[in-house]
Nanobody, 113 residues
């Protein structure tokens, strides 16, 4: 069993930055890939970014490519999502997951214009 807790969300103006964190505890699977996804109000959940277990490989949704960076620190069992040049359409609840199996409860990001 893996527990995931997201943090770092908040209110930010368009063009600003936030860094989200996802702390894993329990029976951590350090070599699982980790993902960030998001769900905007009234919309379905969408993929944002993925990082391999080693951290060497990353994948991004086209909508965030060049603005968001996913990283991980396996020594701290934490995955990060650095979000720059935020847009109002980035407003959503952001979730992390481990291997597509374990999910956190999310953190809200609200970008105002």
């Amino acid at each position: 069993q893996v527990q995931l807790v997201e943090s770092g969300g908040g209110l930010v103006q368009a063009g600003g930055s936030l860094r989200l964190s996802c702390a894993a505890s329990g029976h951590t699977a350090r070599w699982n890939y980790m993902e960030w996804s998001r769900q905007a109000p009234g919309k379905g959940r969408e993929f944002v970014a993925r990082i391999s277990g080693s951290g060497e490989s990353t994948t991004y949704a086209d909508s965030v490519k060049g603005r968001f960076t996913i990283s991980r620190d396996n020594a701290k069992n934490t995955v990060y999502l650095q979000m720059n040049s935020l847009k109002p359409e980035d407003t959503a609840i952001y979730y992390c997951n481990s291997g597509g199996v374990y999910w956190g409860k999310g953190t809200l990001v609200n970008v105002t214009s």
